[in-house]
């Protein structure tokens, strides 16, 4: 964990059990000034239709062949909806027409909360730098993976009347 420090005061911060909740161990300023709890960061993805296909898109730090939603964090002062839409734009440069919840699923590897929506999206495709590729499949053709965002595509799926086979990364 980068946290070493108390933000009020600088002091080094110590594990410290949580009497009210059954003895969890957090991280705190020995003073009491702040504690960091360590909550889940949430996440927003986008299974993205375009033109009657989904879109999946291969970040440019992942292996070759592994392609997934498209995703990126929630800002501050915007609602989830406008959230996807921001992010869609800026790594795919697609307009967000129709956005609709899929569900929230928990990432605890990566201690985040992802909150899956379908977005039928319009435009010219157009990868940020962040992306290196994408590709438009079939929806009866995907293949989701067994945690976050992969479950969302299944959930997705099965809303369709698709029968989804899962796929191991």
Sequence with gaps: MSLRYCPVCAQTLTERADAGEGGKIRLACPDGHWTHWDNPLPVLAALVEYEGQILLAR?????????????????????????????????????????????????????????????????????????????????EKLRPWRAGTGLAMADWMRKQGLEPVFTDF
């Design 59 to 139: 970040n440019a730090a992942w292996p070759e062949k592994t392609f997934a939603l498209i995703t990126g964090f929630m800002e501050r002062d915007e609602t989830p909806e406008q959230g996807v839409a921001r992010e869609l734009k800026e790594e795919t440069n697609l307009q967000a027409d129709q956005i609709s919840l899929i569900g929230v699923y928990e990432f605890m590897r990566k201690n985040e909360l992802i909150i899956a929506y379908h977005v039928r999206a319009s435009g010219e495709i157009c990868l940020s730098e962040e992306l290196i590729e994408y590709r438009l499949i079939a929806p």
